[in-house]
């Protein structure tokens, strides 16, 4: 794989950083709904729509922004985890990084394609929601599983 | 395809580690590679057999399948 697609390996653990606390915090704030008043800001929107609004295009909205950071603190995380070179970004690990993200692709669309058949109406947005995130996931568990796993040594390995 | 590098290794008295640094690759590739896991490219297997200070087929073989 072309190396210039990859962030420097220091990235990765910066990405860590990211990753574990906004992930705990989506948790928290998808179980509570919590919103940090705080948070509540003037922002410009492409495009927004309430409930009983009309679409307003290249607009400032006031709303709040907790999810809306999260997100992005999560998502910039999980890219530079996945996307970081390993200490020895070589062809095996290329290879295994290949395989990961196929691996996520499918598991990921297999799964959205049940949640398409089974999930109906409002809880369909929740699947919306988390299938934002699980490409990414799954990647990241997967590869990081197989660096782990080709570590250890064979058995009658001295 | 099989190899004999972990012979070949212990010839030398190389770790894993001691190895992989030699020819900079990962640990993990060649452990991967010893475990019959993994297949390396050319590059990689002439690399190999240029440090052992023998021909790439005096290392690796063609197995039944291959």
């Known amino acids: ?158 | 395809m099989k190899n004999k590098i972990k012979v070949e290794r212990a010839i030398m008295s190389l770790t894993q580690e001691d190895l992989a640094k030699k020819i900079s690759v990962s640990r993990q590739t060649i452990n991967a590679i010893e475990a019959n896991k993994y297949v390396p490219s050319t590059v990689l297997a002439l690399k190999i057999a240029q440090l052992f200070g023998k021909k790439v087929e005096e290392i690796f073989f063609l197995e039944e399948g291959d």
């Open chain 1, 1 to 158: 794989m072309t190396s210039r697609l990859f962030l420097p390996n220091r990235y990765k653990r910066i990405g860590w950083f990211l990753l574990v606390p906004a992930a705990i915090a989506g948790i928290f704030l998808t179980i509570t709904g919590f919103e940090a008043d705080w948070l509540t800001t003037r922002v410009f929107a492409f495009f927004s729509e309430g409930v009983l609004e009309d679409g307003q295009y290249f607009t400032v909205i006031k709303t709040n922004v907790t999810n809306t950071l999260v997100g992005v603190i999560f998502i910039i995380g999980a890219l530079m985890v996945s996307l970081s070179k390993e200490k020895h970004e070589d062809e095996f690990i290329s290879d295994l990084r290949l395989s990961s993200l196929l691996w996520a692709l499918w598991f990921n669309y297999v799964l959205l394609l049940l949640a398409f058949i089974f999930v109906y109406g409002l809880s369909f947005f929740n699947v919306m929601v988390y299938n934002m995130f699980t490409i990414l996931i799954i990647f990241i568990i997967r590869f990081n599983y197989l660096l782990y796993k080709s570590s250890k040594p064979v058995p009658d390995e001295k």
